[in-house]
């Protein structure tokens, strides 16, 4: 299912502000990549960065590096004192993200860490402003579990893909994604823990804020 409208996707990213040129030329990188679709994007990255703006957070931590896209949206928030970590499996990706992070003024605000997130989240003892979770989709109730005791209150953990591609609209959801998508979104639904807003922004996102 095609959720997004092609003419409305080039008007919403005419009127939002440009991308810097490091992140232009990180899209344009990407759209060489087998999995180019998982890039956040103009209007999504956009998004993060004024969400990041808004809160000035001091701690972020992003599930699923991917090219470094996000984290630099991301980062463009942090306090000067403040720290972005990134999580990313793939050792290539991982390598190909610090190579765009190198070239930007915050490579040392910037900590990744390549391997296993559900390893790596318990060995990070920080207490976050912001959690943006965007890696295997089976894993988001994990993710969610290790993170949210650790986020401050009114803090933000902010889901990726949350409609994924549409599957999850579905009478009768098939794919396992999916329905690890529809199970997590449910579980966050159910949680008195915090309050959530599901935007239809790309693939959709969900802004969860802990009580």
Same mark, same amino acid.
């Given at each position: ?14 009127? %939002? ?19 180019? @679709? ?14 990041? *703006?808004?809160?000035?957070?001091? +701690? ?12 630099? *949206? ?10 972005? =970590? ?36 318990? *060995? ?14 089976? %894993?988001?109730? /994990?993710?969610? @579990? ?5 986020? +401050? ?6 889901? /990726?893909?949350?409609?994924? =591609? ?15 998508? =529809?199970?997590?979104?449910? =579980? ?6 915090? @309050? ?16």
């Amino acid at each position: 299912m095609e959720l997004i409208n092609k003419k409305a996707e080039d008007y919403s990213r005419y009127f %939002s502000s440009l991308e810097d040129v490091l992140l232009a030329e990180i899209a344009s990188y990407t759209n060489q990549h087998p999995h180019a @679709e998982m890039l956040s994007g103009h209007v999504q990255g956009k998004l993060l960065e004024t969400v990041s *703006c808004v809160l000035q957070p001091k +701690k972020i931590l992003e599930v699923g590096t991917f090219m470094g896209y996000s984290a630099l *949206c991301l980062a463009r928030g942090l306090q000067p004192e403040g720290e972005l =970590h990134t999580i990313e499996l793939r050792e290539g990706d991982a390598k190909t993200a610090q190579s765009f992070f190198s070239k930007s003024l915050y490579n040392k605000k910037i900590i990744l860490h390549t391997g296993n997130a559900l390893d790596i989240i318990p *060995c990070l003892k920080e207490t976050w402003d912001i959690v943006f979770i965007d890696a295997d989709k089976v %894993s988001y109730i /994990d993710y969610y @579990e290790l993170t949210l005791p650790h986020v +401050k209150q009114n803090g933000l953990i902010i889901a /990726d893909n949350v409609l994924f =591609h549409g599957e999850v609209l579905e009478e009768s959801i098939k794919g396992k994604n999916a329905k690890a998508i =529809h199970t997590f979104n449910t =579980h966050v639904s159910n949680d008195k823990r915090v @309050e959530q807003v599901m935007l239809t922004v790309r693939d959709g996102l969900l802004l969860i804020r802990k009580l």
